[in-house]
């Protein structure tokens, strides 16, 4: 491809995906700019990882490197993580307490809202050297950007005026994170993996219920979630953010020997020396075993029987992307329920129970779709019509609505004619 626009986007249902949008280099540095630096929010951090005045944690948006702190006033800033000098990282760690941020390079010196606050041999020394007389150190900062936050959720945008958080995360969204987050909570590690694929065909992956009781043997077969129980899936107004969930208990393995008929994901030969990962206690009283949350374009909140988790998207090239763990719990937990948590994070991470196999289908896919340019994927599991809530894990409907989002984004007009502004799911709904 030659450029960008050059890509035909094949239908207005956004029901097929062309392959070049996971593997070309354009695309990618275009969705750099478009989406990760667009008019939206993109999540940065847990409020429970920068506690104290001082405290710092280095991240990222889409492939930027950024770093959220909390200054001596208690408020949360952010800011990108390059000198205002000549381009240096400042940051170099993942996570600290400090007084200010010094440059390695030439020692220029920032304060936690990215202020620059010194720099040496400023004029010079002995009248010779030195910046030029009108060089003013307030016209030199950091490169800031927004902040807001919702519940324990520190959100950032390269945007100065984006929407609302609130507006942006919507009422489901935000319902979800009241629930995840009721207690105050502690983060109880971190883990990371590289996945050789590109970032988009994860958070298809992170919006697609229904792989997860076939892909996932190991759920289905021990009943942590699977296609044959009640489930759904509850969008945003846009359709852009998707909460998914499915309730314990609502299947039999007699109902799961007949729904999947014989398919190997619910494999009856399989048996457990210790089935305690497999426990759940339900303690937000929803009785949903799996509550999955992904918000556009990069984040991923979870809770899996007990175990509690985000997971961050960081785009690295067009074919991949880094997923970042962090595993948190609350910080009244019993130290049963601790236990518990710790031993079911088993299920989920790099080489997880359940999730393992999300990080080799993101490989297997882009094997599969490496410069097939005359290609598309076809998403129509649950129909190609309106993009609305779900009353089933069985459906794509969902990974459309990102598609139809990423489109409005990077300007791709699909055949058939815009298909932006959507209609309302809850409109959809209730017609
Ligand atoms: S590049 Fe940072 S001080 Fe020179
Ligand atoms: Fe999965």
Same mark, same amino acid.
């Given at each position: 491809?030659?450029?960008?626009?050059?890509?035909?986007?094949?239908?207005?249902?956004?029901?097929?995906?062309?392959?070049?949008?996971?593997?070309?280099?354009?695309?990618?540095?275009?969705?750099?700019?478009?989406?990760?630096?667009?008019?939206?929010? =993109?999540?940065?951090?847990?409020?429970?990882?920068?506690?104290?005045?001082?405290?710092?944690?280095?991240?990222?948006?889409?492939?930027?490197?950024?770093?959220?702190?909390?200054?001596?006033?208690?408020?949360?800033?952010?800011?990108?993580?390059? =000198?205002?000098?000549?381009?240096?990282?400042?940051?170099?760690?993942?996570?600290?307490?400090?007084?200010?941020?010094? =440059?390695?390079?030439?020692?220029?010196?920032?304060?936690?809202?990215?202020?620059?606050?010194?720099?040496?041999?400023?004029?010079?020394?002995?009248?010779?050297?030195?910046?030029?007389?009108?060089?003013?150190?307030?016209?030199?900062?950091?490169?800031?950007?927004?902040?807001?936050?919702?519940?324990?959720?520190?959100?950032?945008?390269?945007?100065?005026?984006?929407?609302? #958080?609130?507006?942006?995360?919507?009422?489901?969204?935000?319902?979800?994170?009241?629930?995840?987050?009721?207690?105050?909570?502690?983060?109880?590690?971190?883990?990371?993996?590289?996945?050789?694929?590109?970032?988009?065909?994860?958070?298809?992956?992170?919006?697609?219920?229904?792989?997860?009781?076939?892909?996932?043997?190991?759920?289905?077969?021990?009943?942590?979630?699977?296609?044959?129980?009640?489930?759904?899936?509850?969008?945003?107004?846009?359709?852009?953010?998707?909460?998914?969930?499915?309730?314990?208990?609502?299947?039999?393995?007699?109902?799961?020997?007949?729904?999947?008929?014989?398919?190997?994901?619910?494999?009856?030969?399989?048996? *457990?020396?210790?089935?305690?990962?497999?426990?759940?206690?339900?303690?937000?009283?929803?009785?949903?075993? *799996?509550?999955?949350?992904?918000?556009?374009?990069?984040?991923?909140?979870?809770? *899996?029987?007990?175990?509690?988790?985000?997971?961050?998207?960081?785009?690295?090239?067009?074919?991949?992307?880094?997923?970042?763990?962090?595993?948190?719990?609350?910080?009244?937990?019993?130290?049963?329920?601790?236990?518990?948590?710790?031993?079911?994070?088993? *299920?989920?991470?790099?080489?997880?129970?359940?999730?393992?196999?999300?990080?080799?289908?993101?490989?297997?896919?882009? #094997?599969?779709?490496?410069?097939?340019?005359?290609?598309?994927?076809?998403?129509?599991?649950?129909?190609?019509?309106?993009?609305?809530?779900?009353?089933?894990?069985?459906?794509?409907?969902?990974?459309?609505?990102?598609?139809?989002?990423?489109?409005?984004?990077?300007?791709?007009?699909?055949?058939?004619?815009?298909?932006?502004?959507?209609?309302?799911?809850?409109?959809?709904?209730?017609?």
């Amino acid at each position: 491809m030659q450029n960008w626009s050059d890509l035909v986007w094949p239908a207005n249902d956004f029901s097929r995906v062309p392959y070049p949008v996971f593997y070309d280099r354009e695309i990618f540095n275009r969705e750099q700019e478009r989406v990760f630096r667009g008019p939206l929010w =993109c999540y940065v951090a847990l409020k429970a990882e920068i506690p104290n005045p001082g405290d710092y944690k280095a991240t990222f948006i889409g492939d930027t490197p950024v770093v959220v702190t909390r200054a001596p006033d208690g408020s949360i800033n952010a800011w990108v993580n390059r =000198c205002a000098h000549r381009g240096t990282m400042v940051v170099r760690t993942q996570f600290g307490n400090v007084k200010d941020f010094t =440059c390695v390079y030439h020692h220029w010196c920032y304060d936690h809202k990215g202020n620059l606050i010194g720099v040496p041999f400023l004029r010079g020394l002995k009248g010779k050297g030195g910046m030029p007389k009108d060089f003013k150190m307030a016209e030199h900062k950091l490169r800031r950007l927004a902040v807001d936050t919702y519940s324990e959720a520190i959100f950032a945008s390269f945007e100065a005026n984006p929407e609302s #958080l609130v507006e942006y995360l919507g009422a489901p969204m935000r319902k979800t994170l009241d629930r995840l987050f009721k207690r105050p909570i502690e983060v109880l590690g971190y883990m990371r993996q590289l996945i050789p694929g590109n970032w988009k065909l994860y958070f298809e992956n992170l919006m697609d219920a229904y792989h997860g009781g076939l892909l996932h043997q190991f759920q289905t077969t021990f009943a942590i979630a699977r296609n044959t129980q009640v489930g759904g899936s509850i969008l945003d107004k846009y359709g852009r953010h998707r909460t998914c969930f499915t309730m314990a208990g609502s299947d039999t393995d007699d109902d799961a020997k007949a729904g999947y008929a014989g398919d190997s994901a619910f494999n009856e030969q399989l048996t *457990l020396a210790d089935p305690s990962v497999t426990k759940f206690v339900d303690e937000d009283g929803s009785g949903e075993g *799996l509550t999955m949350m992904a918000i556009f374009p990069s984040v991923f909140f979870q809770r *899996l029987n007990n175990t509690l988790a985000t997971r961050q998207i960081k785009p690295k090239t067009p074919n991949s992307f880094e997923l970042y763990w962090t595993y948190f719990g609350y910080r009244d937990d019993t130290p049963a329920i601790r236990e518990m948590r710790m031993r079911q994070v088993n *299920l989920v991470g790099p080489g997880g129970l359940v999730s393992m196999e999300d990080g080799e289908v993101g490989r297997l896919v882009q #094997l599969g779709i490496d410069g097939a340019d005359r290609d598309h994927s076809l998403i129509a599991m649950g129909g190609v019509g309106p993009i609305t809530h779900q009353d089933t894990v069985n459906t794509e409907v969902p990974i459309r609505g990102f598609w139809r989002y990423y489109c409005h984004l990077m300007g791709y007009v699909p055949q058939g004619g815009s298909a932006w502004p959507p209609p309302p799911p809850d409109r959809i709904a209730a017609e």
